[in-house]
């Protein structure tokens, strides 16, 4: 199998300096909106169709590179210890020194038994160990002529507007992109690529109408190229035709129609000389018309209980483009050359599939392109031990499709899971590369961490690439955790602005309700923030990938200090000098402040004010003095609202019910005399319910906690 490594891109659009490696099977490039997924798509086209040829433009070319080019040319212009004639002849050879788009492109093959012959003659490298071809694309200024520099020098031409063309060349080169050698004849280069791209732009539409049977028309596209059915085309022509001609069908029209419009014919052909000739009709079908006619008549119905039989118009939209995406792979296995690179492009698939069918038709692709490791089981266990993987994929495909609700897609997958897989093993088809650009959590889970190519923005002017596979690859990795966790939270981090990593649900409603209504971080409610509940002890082993994927990032924990049942019975002061000198038993403080005494943290924590890390775009928050020594949240935010010097304050039991009814807290009093803000936070049963009528009586407003504000300031700047 002869597929596409990597692609190296620079100096396109929002890309100055970037690589993308292709997995064998599926690639997912993950991005949010205006993080490049179009633009690679668009790039890819240009690059792999013949069609689209030189459609890169100077508007392609990165920003920044942009504006270098012109300060260059500029300061030509306007040096004034050089003279004309030396500007004219440095101004045109500047395009050899000015940016340039360059597209590097790694092929690799397999093994010798791939077919080469195609790629024969772009061998740059005689290591007869490697197994890969390099390609460059570049895209530089084109040549000024001197009298449109002389138009810029004389100020009637802006040198901007001249030197905004490019032209385009293709080589072929060493492994370090050197020794480049030119391939005259582009054509050459676009054979080498079977490149197919299903864009966003949906086909199908909510309403009946507007289908128009497109699932009808689109599925005689697959067997269009068949050498069957050509057959059978041939020999159901014919038979159309003899029947046509026993039933003198011509004779019968001529009949019925031309004996109207005789005497209008007549009078014409007297104006005309009489030389209109004789009008008649002919019913030959041809190839072309016997296949309009089949567009026509084509219908595709799903098949439900007992026979009822529903049209395409009447079905799902979701199932229907489900159908229309999966008829795309089948057209394009038809085309598919084992002496090319196949690669199959979907753009943001999820733009035609309800959020149920997402993962169906990632795993239904995949399971298709798994053939070639089908047939390495067939070869070493036989046949029947292939179908048995083969049921294995589609039962893996059927446990999704029934935990979306949809058993009656379930079932009819499998069945073309197994159909596929078995057909392919006795057609022997070539396996093929897709990528699949996507913005959707579903799609991105299901795909698989390995797979993922991350796209982020940095501002407006530039994006960068972040490739999931490399990263666990990296040493010290705790692979295990990232596998198992990747679709349960992680997923969400790929397409966040930010993130808050947090313990429970209560701060999830918190953080949430302060950053829509409290005025002062509006800025950060227009911004995508991925709220991610990591609990205590495990926050900290997100920071590789925090640090990797280089993410704005607040951690909010609680201090966790030992709280005994006999504290709550121990005099104010005594209690508050334990607690300074007692462990905190929360992980992920001990792992980023590395201090476990709790005056040794809170010392840190002002030092620091939270950035303990290397990795400054971490910030962790977690209750300390100034939050009167609080435990949690909750009691943090009942020292704040009741504006208690400390939370192990001793409060009578009659005060506290008061207190209670009066700011509407779901609160159970104590039995004792007295109790402590501590002490009810340590029995409160259910922190949700707290958070929710703090948020209903609109106390919320004067009880975020000091720590909360300190870490969403950070946050917001």
């Known amino acids: 199998m002869i597929i596409i490594e990597k692609l190296i891109i620079n100096n396109y659009r929002k890309f100055r300096n970037d690589e993308i490696t292709f997995d064998n099977r599926i690639t997912a490039m993950a ?3 205006n993080s490049g997924k179009t633009s690679l798509v668009e790039l890819m086209s240009n690059i792999f169709v013949k069609e689209k040829r030189d459609s890169i433009s100077i508007e392609d070319l990165n920003i920044k590179a942009r504006l270098e080019d012109e300060i260059t040319i500029e300061k030509i212009i306007r040096d004034k210890n050089k003279d004309k004639d030396s500007k004219i002849d440095e101004l045109q050879e500047i395009y050899k020194k000015l940016n340039k788009i360059t597209i590097g492109l790694v092929i690799k093959y397999d093994d010798d038994s791939d077919s080469l012959e195609r790629f024969s003659n772009y061998l740059a490298d005689v290591d007869i160990t490697k197994r890969n071809f390099y390609f460059q694309i570049e895209y530089e200024y084109t040549p000024v002529k001197e009298k449109d520099i002389l138009g810029i020098l004389e100020g009637s031409a802006d040198f901007k507007e001249t030197y905004s063309s490019l032209q385009s060349k293709v080589y072929y080169c060493d492994e370090n992109f050197k020794h480049l050698t030119k391939i005259a004849d582009r054509s050459d280069f676009y054979d080498l690529f079977n490149y197919h791209c299903v864009y966003a732009i949906r086909k199908l539409s909510d309403t009946s109408e507007e289908k128009q049977n497109f699932l009808s028309k689109h599925l005689l596209k697959t067997v269009q190229n068949n050498r069957n059915w050509k057959e059978n085309l041939k020999i159901l022509i014919n038979s159309i035709n003899l029947l046509l001609n026993q039933q003198n069908l011509s004779s019968e029209i001529d009949t019925i129609t031309l004996k109207h419009v005789k005497k209008t014919l007549d009078s014409f052909s007297k104006t005309n000389g009489g030389n209109t000739g004789t009008l008649g009709i002919d019913f030959r079908l041809e190839n072309k018309d016997i296949e309009k006619v089949l567009l026509d008549f084509i219908h595709i119905y799903f098949e ?7 049209k395409e118009q009447k079905q799902g939209l979701g199932y229907s483009n489900l159908i ?7 057209i394009f296995s038809e085309k598919i050359d084992s002496t090319k690179v196949n690669l199959l492009v979907f753009e943001e698939p999820e733009a035609h599939l309800h959020p149920q069918m997402e993962s169906i038709f990632i795993r239904y692709i995949d399971a298709i392109n798994k053939l070639k490791e089908t047939y390495e ?3 070493t266990t036989g046949s029947i031990e292939a179908l048995a993987a083969a049921e294995e994929v589609a039962a893996g495909i059927v446990e999704t499709a029934t935990a979306t609700e949809a058993p009656e897609v379930a079932k009819e997958i499998r069945t073309g899971v197994v159909k596929v897989i078995g057909e392919a093993m006795e057609t022997k088809s070539i396996p093929f590369q897709m990528l699949i650009t996507t913005h959707s959590n579903e799609m991105t889970k299901t795909i698989g961490l390995n797979n993922i190519r991350i796209l982020r923005s940095n501002g407006h002017t530039e994006s960068k690439v972040y490739d999931l596979h490399k990263f666990m690859c990296l040493p010290n990795i705790d692979r295990n955790f990232y596998e198992k966790f990747f679709q349960f939270n992680m997923v969400e981090m790929i397409f966040a602005d930010k993130l808050i990593l947090f ?4 701060e999830r409603l918190l953080f949430k309700y302060v950053i829509s209504n409290v005025k002062k971080y509006e800025n950060l409610s227009t911004q995508y923030i991925s709220y991610i509940q990591v609990g205590g002890a495990y926050a900290h082993k997100y920071l590789e990938l925090i640090d990797f994927l280089e993410i704005k990032t607040l951690i909010f924990t609680d201090i966790d200090y030992r709280y005994n049942k006999e504290d709550v019975e121990k005099d104010t002061d005594l209690i508050l000098e334990e607690i300074k000198n007692r462990e905190t038993t929360n992980e992920t403080i001990k792992k980023i402040v590395g201090e476990v005494i709790i005056t040794n943290i809170f010392k840190k924590s002002k030092k620091t004010k939270g950035r303990f890390l290397s990795n400054h775009r971490v910030c962790l928050k977690f209750q300390t003095d100034i939050d009167g020594y609080a435990r949690t949240l909750e009691d943090a935010i009942l020292h704040k609202l009741l504006k208690y ?9 009659i005060d506290f019910e008061l207190l209670i009814k009066e700011k509407q807290l779901i609160l159970t009093n104590t039995n004792k005399k007295e109790t402590s803000l501590r002490d009810r936070i340590d029995k409160l049963n259910n922190k949700t319910d707290f958070m929710y009528s703090l948020i209903e009586s609109g106390n919320i407003n004067n009880a975020i906690p000091a720590y909360i504000e300190e870490g969403l300031d950070w946050l917001k700047d």
């Open 503 to 506: 313990e429970g649900d209560a």
């Open 324 to 330: 229309y995406l999966l008829l795309e792979v089948q």
């Open 377 to 379: 089981i067939t070869e």
């Open 304 to 310: 439900q209980d007992e026979g009822v039989k529903v």
């Open 645 to 653: 010097e400390t939370v192990f304050l001793k409060i009578k039991k």
């Open 31 to 33: 991005g949010a909106n």
